[in-house]
């Protein structure tokens, strides 16, 4: 168990929909990423936050937005969803930006 | 040309071989990773590697920067390593080289059979 808690596990849901998907890190850790791997594009950075802040942005839609609150957790939202957005998302968090990072169980989009 | 590549692709072991996993890429990076991904779907952490060598019970990673290559060694291998690693570079023209922005390879799918 790395601590990093994702929900929900999977989530089936219909073309054009809005989706929230949830990220909690590990105790103490600032930085939170997320992470979108589909079958045919492997695994692409999304977005990075650090303490509340975006630090970083990776290869993110305009229909994708992420968050971070002050109890750290994350939100991503995907919206007008496509099927093309079926794929695992993952969140991960770290201590601080650049060190090791830990996985969380990811959660599975399947878009119908 | 993908920035990091990773060979081979697939690869199936008998329980008890050798493993190697090789991994190249064409960016300048500030540290590379190797993760572990498992049927289920979930990514573990194996290895972040700036320079040198470094070992984890039977999982061994090295290195070399100015050939811009990295390999992951299995020692007696076990059905149970049966995954798909991936590795991952955080690159240096990318934040500085944050954690964040990293390049992931396709991966290789391991395959150790009893």
């Known amino acids: 168990d790395s601590g990093v808690t994702q929900t929900p596990k999977h989530l089936i849901t219909a073309t054009g929909q809005r989706v929230t998907l949830r990220c909690s890190p590990r105790?103490?850790?600032?930085?939170v990423y997320w992470y979108q791997q589909s079958l045919d594009q492997g695994l692409q950075f999304l977005i990075q936050?650090?303490?509340?802040?975006?630090?970083a942005k990776g290869n993110i839609l305009e229909r994708f937005s992420a968050q971070q609150f002050p109890d750290l957790h994350s939100e991503l939202n995907l919206s007008s969803l496509e099927l093309g957005d079926s794929a695992l998302y993952f969140c991960?968090?770290?201590?601080?930006?650049?060190?090791?990072?830990?996985f969380g169980q990811g959660t599975r989009l399947t878009v119908v | 040309k993908n920035e990091v590549e990773q060979s081979p692709q697939n690869l199936t072991a008998q329980e008890g071989e050798f493993i190697t996993i090789n991994c190249s890429y064409s960016?300048?990076?500030?540290?590379l990773h190797w993760l572990q991904q498992h049927p289920g779907g979930g990514i573990v952490s194996l290895f972040m590697?700036?320079?040198g060598k470094k070992k984890h019970g039977r999982l061994i990673a090295t290195i070399n920067i100015q050939e811009k290559h990295s390999s992951l060694h299995i020692t007696a291998s076990h059905p149970r390593d049966s995954a798909v690693y991936i590795c991952?570079?955080?690159?240096?023209?990318?934040?500085?080289?944050?954690?964040?922005?990293?390049?992931f390879g396709k991966g290789t799918k391991l395959s150790v059979k009893p």
């Open positions: 960016v300048g990076i500030s540290a």
């Open positions: 991952a570079v955080r690159s240096r023209a990318i934040y500085g080289g944050s954690q964040g922005n990293l390049i």
């Open positions: 105790s103490g850790d600032l930085s």
């Open positions: 936050y650090y303490n509340g802040e975006e630090r």
């Open positions: 991960a968090s770290s201590s601080l930006p650049d060190t090791e990072a830990f």
């Open positions: 590697l700036s320079s």
